[in-house]
């Protein structure tokens, strides 16, 4: 099975940047989906930005223009990294790394610990 470890929340003021990163590890083979989610309090939920084992990426809407997705030059295959840019007090929330492992008509989700990130006005 796959395990994630995420990085890099933290305190930001508005129009600042963050940097999160996921690391998998495990099975990481058979990972079909790489992606981040956001979860404000009192809320649902959200998929943020997903990347494909075809390296389609996917945006929210709130998002686009502001963050990127990529993979980790030097581990492709097992880390990720979304840069976020022009931060706004509305995207203060608990950011999870998810992984979509098994086979791509039968997936099952993983999900990381979560990572607080907190944007002042």
């Known amino acids: 099975q796959v395990q994630l470890v995420e990085s890099g929340g933290g305190l930001v003021q508005a129009g600042g940047s963050l940097r999160l990163s996921c690391v998998a590890s495990?099975?990481?083979?058979?990972?079909?989906?790489m992606g981040w989610y956001r979860q404000a309090p009192g809320k649902q939920r959200d998929m943020i930005a997903v990347?494909?084992?075809?390296?389609?990426?996917?945006?929210a809407d709130p998002v686009k223009g502001r963050f990127t997705l990529s993979r980790d030059i030097a581990n492709p295959k097992n880390t990720i990294h979304l840069q976020m840019d022009n931060l706004k007090p509305e995207d203060t929330a608990v950011y999870y790394c998810?992984?979509?492992?098994?086979?791509?008509?039968?997936?099952?989700?993983?999900w990381g610990q979560g990572t607080q990130v907190t944007v002042s006005s």
């Open positions: 495990g099975a990481i083979f058979s990972i079909q989906v």
């Open positions: 998810n992984a979509q492992e098994g086979p791509a008509n039968n997936m099952w989700p993983v």
């Open positions: 990347i494909r084992k075809d390296d389609t990426t996917i945006y």
